[in-house]
């Protein structure tokens, strides 16, 4: 089964740049989140959407990050404009229903470095 | 609040002694759930376990074991006889009524598998 599919892997930008970032959850999920990995932070929530509706974005560092899920099979999170201090890892995660304590599927991550 | 506490930042183990990771968790919830992540060197984060509050049994999966202790509020993984592809950063996770289903993650544990 496919498990939840990002893109892109990499991304190298510059600052002032937009960038985009991809997320297919797991078939089926009706949930889908949004994290971020820093060093200096964690793993940290941004948003999260249950059926297709954002549920919770106080984690969403500031309005030039925005996310969006269409459909129940696509979401993006976009940063505009991009500046160094978002250099990160973002993961695109998912899990069957909003219920408290489902087990919550990660993807492979996207690796963003803004220089 | 939820927290989750890893002490250990890093841990260096030759190949095949046997290590344990301490977790240690807080929250106001009578319901929660436990979860182990893996994150290998690739990147990923991978599900490893997930334990819900009323089931304190402890859990074999092959070297992988898990001691759930609600009076000590601690949720140990222990890797039994370690491998090098052991080597990753494990995280400890908890998901409680509070904030539906999101994620609060412990800073990691970094685990070195010397040969």
């Known amino acids: 089964d496919a498990g939840v599919i990002q893109s892109p892997r990499h991304e190298v930008t510059e600052m002032g740049q937009e960038v985009t970032l991809r997320c297919k959850p797991i078939s089926g999920h009706n949930s889908l989140f949004w994290y971020r990995q820093t060093m200096m932070r964690g793993l940290e929530l941004l948003i999260y959407?249950?059926?297709?509706?954002?549920?919770?974005d106080s984690g969403m560092p500031e309005d030039r990050f925005s996310a969006k899920m269409p459909n129940a099979s696509f979401s993006t999170l976009k940063i505009q404009p991009s500046e160094p201090r978002d250099s990160a890892v973002y993961f695109c995660a998912s899990s069957v229903s909003g219920t408290a304590g489902n087990t919550i599927y990660f993807g492979e991550g996207s690796w963003l470095t803004v220089v | 609040a939820q927290k989750v506490t890893q002490a250990q930042t890093e841990i260096s183990v030759v190949e095949k002694e046997d290590v344990t990771l301490d977790c240690v968790y807080e929250t106001r919830d009578t319901t929660y759930y436990l979860f182990w992540y893996k994150q290998p060197p690739s990147g990923e984060l991978v599900f490893l376990i997930r334990r819900n509050s009323f089931d304190e049994q402890n859990e074999i999966s092959g070297r992988y074991s898990w001691n759930f202790q609600k009076s000590t509020s601690s949720f140990n993984f222990t890797i039994t006889a370690s491998q090098v592809v052991d080597s990753a950063v494990y995280f400890c996770?908890?998901?409680?009524?509070?904030?539906?289903?999101?994620?609060?993650f412990g800073t990691g544990t970094r685990l070195t598998v010397i040969p």
């Open positions: 996770a908890l998901s409680g009524l509070t904030g539906a289903n999101n994620l609060f």
């Open positions: 959407f249950n059926n297709n509706v954002p549920i919770d």
